[in-house]
């Protein structure tokens, strides 16, 4: 099942969208939640519990987003989503982003799906930030991460093992045009 993708307010349907600046050299966007506020333009959420800036982990600084809490004691698959739409002026290049997910199936995962097809499941690593790159064609495009209670269904989930921090973490976000060179973010 496709979680449903909620869209924010973007330049065709009602005010302009604030594209954040800054970051690595050449990034057209930047969003390391260092302002405390979320969800923000571009950025939506949705599902059983809504995703939220946290001070719980960080890649840098102090702030990043956390997924909703969902209840991995109930057999009820759940979602928790969090939507990105990028700019349609955009050339093709890549999204990237840093990750601490700290799922373990069969009670958890995260998925994430680009203009509504599956493009790929989270890597499970509560220990150390990950990086994520998508690579996008040129225009806009929905960028959807689902954070998943039980998303095998099963009638009867195992305990959860040492270490289960039942979340994901995101932070440290930008697009960069292909052919343009960045370090990753700290």
Request: glycine content about 10%; proline content about 12%.
């Amino acid at each position: 099942m496709v979680p449903t993708i909620s869209t924010p307010t973007s330049s065709t349907t009602g005010p302009p969208v604030e594209y954040g600046s800054g970051g690595p050299a050449g990034s057209l966007y930047y969003e390391d939640f260092e302002s405390g506020e979320f969800p923000i333009a571009p950025w939506s959420t949705a599902g059983e519990e809504p995703w939220a800036i946290n001070t719980d982990q960080a890649r840098s600084g102090t702030y990043s987003i956390k997924s909703g809490a969902l209840d991995l004691t109930d057999i009820a698959t759940e979602y928790s989503n969090v939507t990105f739409i990028t700019n349609p002026d955009w050339p093709d290049g890549s999204l990237i982003l840093s990750t601490l997910v700290g799922t373990q199936l069969p009670l958890d995962e995260v998925s994430y799906f680009v203009d509504g097809s599956f493009r790929g499941k989270l890597p499970q690593n509560p220990e150390q930030w990950q990086q994520l790159r998508i690579p996008l064609p040129p225009g806009q495009h929905t960028i959807l991460f689902s954070y998943i209670s039980n998303p095998l269904g099963l009638q009867e989930l195992p305990p959860a093992q040492p270490g289960h921090i039942e979340a994901a973490y995101f932070d440290n976000l930008y697009f960069i045009p292909y052919g343009v060179t960045a370090s990753p973010t700290e």
